[in-house]
């Protein structure tokens, strides 16, 4: 019996598209910080720079992971691609391990309290939301 395809929901290309806007700002965040772009750094506390500055290599390492598997994800989806569930899980883990880290004590208050933990929790939750949508339409064969 041959698989049938479904028909692509009008809310598959809402959420694909708010997904490539949403890590594409966490793209431009990260190559932002990499590139140590002045304009862009002056939004940060000496102390939020500090810690970016000193992160230890597996903290980047777990940062880019996050970023550009979470893209490469969204990415996917827009082809339709069931590669897209495991793109988007990888950058999940690597925005855990990064969020970790930030959490350990290494990051300055401004960054685990307040509306820093709130910004942290939300991004978290919405890239575990995408990630369930992905799978959800992977089993309903929209991802192939």
Request: aromatic residues 14%; proline residues 3%.
């Amino acid at each position: 019996m041959a698989i049938m395809e479904r028909r692509t929901p009008w809310h598959f290309w809402l959420v694909t598209i708010l997904a490539l806007l949403f890590y594409g700002g966490g793209s431009y965040n990260y190559l932002m910080m990499q590139s140590d772009n002045a304009a862009y750094l002056e939004s940060y506390t000496p102390e939020q720079l500090a810690y970016f500055e000193t992160a230890p290599i597996w903290f980047d390492a777990a940062w880019a992971i996050g970023v550009w598997f979470a893209l490469l994800g969204a990415l996917l989806m827009l082809l339709k691609s069931r590669f897209a569930v495991s793109a988007l899980l990888l950058g999940l883990v690597g925005f855990a391990i990064a969020t970790l880290h930030q959490f350990s004590g290494a990051a300055p208050a401004s960054m685990t309290t307040g509306l820093g933990m709130i910004s942290t929790i939300v991004l978290g939750v919405i890239q575990v939301a995408i990630f369930v949508y992905a799978m959800a339409m992977a089993r309903k064969r929209v991802l192939r």
